[in-house]
């Protein structure tokens, strides 16, 4: 069982930046993947960024050059760097880890930009 909690979420103003933070329960090292979605008000789950074992990074198109996705193995923690946020980043977001095949996820935290 993983457990994993996010922290970092808030309200911030167009153009402005957060950091979002997740803690695993378990050895990050071990996971097949670790990353990030979000879910807007009416829309379907998302891949924002995500972390693949062996090296590969993926990243959402709209967040390519903005977001930044990194890793602490020793603390096993996540991380979401969200520079020049814009209103449509607006969302609830969640970090994911596939561990086993199996997909675990936080409880989401919600990041607000305004215009």
């Known amino acids: 069982q993983v457990q994993l909690v996010e922290s970092g979420g808030g309200f911030v103003q167009a153009g402005g930046s957060l950091r979002l933070s997740c803690l695993a329960s378990?050895?990050?090292?071990?996971?097949?993947?670790i990353g990030w979605y979000r879910q807007a008000p009416g829309k379907q789950r998302e891949l924002v960024a995500r972390l693949i074992s062996g090296g590969a990074t993926n990243y959402a198109d709209s967040v390519k050059g903005r977001f930044t996705i990194s890793r602490d193995n020793v603390k096993n923690m996540v991380y979401l760097q969200m520079n020049s946020l814009k209103p449509e980043d607006t969302a609830v977001y969640f970090c994911?880890?596939?561990?086993?095949?199996?997909?675990?996820w936080g409880q989401g935290t919600q990041v607000t930009v305004s215009s």
């Open positions: 994911n880890a596939v561990h086993y095949g199996l997909d675990y």
């Open positions: 378990g050895s990050i090292f071990s996971f097949n993947a």
